[in-house]
């Protein structure tokens, strides 16, 4: 899994390509949380498009606990195809207190990112 960031004056763009693979999300979203530290962001938005789709659901529930876990001060929106969203992993998140919401395209995941909560 690599990680491309971009930093904007709304937020931080994260984008993610290659392989979603169960142990590189920890890896992956701590360093995510540390670069948004660093940026001075409080908003960060994922393009997931170029991720592949997870090998289990377990993996999108794991990812789910650490979003919660390690970003749950952050908001964050995702984008991906329709066809990779079942909403599992965003559930999880959220049901744990992150600010975490997925959608199928960019400019929904940034209006949404930037409105007042």
Do not use: C, H
Not at 38 to 54: A, C, H, I, N
């Amino acid at each position: 899994m690599q990680i491309d960031y971009k930093l904007t004056s709304d937020f931080l763009l994260v984008t993610f390509n290659g392989l979603w693979e169960r142990y590189d999300v920890e890896k992956s979203i701590k360093e995510i949380g540390f670069e948004a530290e660093k940026q001075k962001v409080k908003r960060m938005l994922f393009d997931l498009r170029e991720l592949s789709y997870p090998l289990s659901e377990m993996d999108r529930f794991y990812a789910g606990e650490v979003i919660a876990t390690v970003l749950v001060k952050f908001k964050i929106a995702g984008f991906a195809q329709a066809e990779k969203i079942n909403r599992f992993a965003e559930n999880v998140a959220v049901n744990r207190g992150a600010r975490f919401k997925m959608f199928t395209n960019e400019i929904d995941a940034v209006e949404w990112l930037i409105s007042d909560d």
